[in-house]
């Protein structure tokens, strides 16, 4: 599986990873929209620039109640926007069978006996 890489945030498109780039490319040339845009006259061209700017629209919308939330909710909003992304494209990556992490560091057990003995 190709890592995640480090959290960028790019211009227009938001919180995004190397591999989302990778990801924004693919989707972009297996659109039928982008050869019209290149291939196509001007109506094609105009109704492929109107559907990709309703696209944007749309999804803007659709994060107004959670820049909302965001506000109100965050400590740092850096922060809290790069754990939200990151949370959302692991459940997303691994279709909402995240596995587990290691045992090791999941349980408090191996910390009960280490605080015990220095009482």
Known sequence: MFPAGPYLVLPFWGPSSPRG?????GDALMDPLTYTFLLGGTAVTVASVGAA???VTDTRAG???????????AV???DFIKASYR??????IW??????????????????GDL????
């Not at 994060?63 to 909710?73: D, N, P, R, S, W």
């Not at 045992?103 to 408090?108: C, G, K, P």
């Not at 015990?116 to 009482?119: L, V």
């Open 21 to 25: 780039v990778f990801g924004l490319l």
């Open 53 to 55: 700017t309703l696209d």
């Open 63 to 73: 994060l107004l109640l959670a820049g909302k939330i965001v506000e109100e909710t």
């Open 76 to 78: 740092d909003r850096y």
């Open 87 to 92: 949370q959302r494209r692991e459940y997303l």
């Open 95 to 112: 279709d909402g069978e995240v596995p587990e992490l290691d045992e090791e560091f999941e349980s408090d057990e191996d910390f009960d």
């Open 116 to 119: 015990d003995s220095e009482e």
